[in-house]
């Protein structure tokens, strides 16, 4: 499975931004998708998982309410709307996918991964 990340870029806080994910690869389809981020000096975090088949999202209880995960499954490809955004939100995100159902926040549970796109918000 391969994972092409982008839509980042440099925005004022407030601003918005939204990054898509593409899947491609035999076992691209049916499985969860995540989107980390890891800024610099931290630790990879979960931000936001949607399962594929369900639509059950998930989210890091500081994006709650400014950030949207959604899938369209006809093009392999997810997406994070990011509104409202802050400085703290600046990171590389990194989207990741898994081959079994569920949607865990730790990266050791996912097994395939994206290059990372950076997002910089600026105040």
């Known amino acids: 499975v391969q994972l092409q990340a982008s839509g980042g870029g440099l925005v004022q806080a407030g601003g918005s931004l939204r990054l898509s994910c593409a899947a491609s690869?035999?076992?691209?389809?049916?499985?969860?998708m995540a989107w980390f981020r890891q800024a610099p000096g931290k630790e990879r975090e979960f931000v936001s998982g949607?399962?594929?088949?369900?639509?059950?999202?998930s989210y890091k209880d500081s994006v709650k309410g400014r950030f949207t995960i959604s899938r369209d499954n006809a093009k392999n490809t997810v997406y994070l709307q990011m509104n409202s955004l802050k400085p703290e939100d600046t990171a590389v995100y990194y989207c990741?996918?898994?081959?079994?159902?569920?949607?865990?926040?730790?990266?050791?549970?996912?097994?395939?991964w994206g290059q990372g796109t950076l997002v910089t918000v600026s105040s």
């Open positions: 990741a996918s898994r081959k079994t159902y569920g949607l865990p926040q730790r990266t050791q549970y996912y097994d395939y």
């Open positions: 690869g035999r076992a691209s389809s049916n499985f969860p």
């Open positions: 949607i399962d594929w088949f369900g639509g059950s999202t």
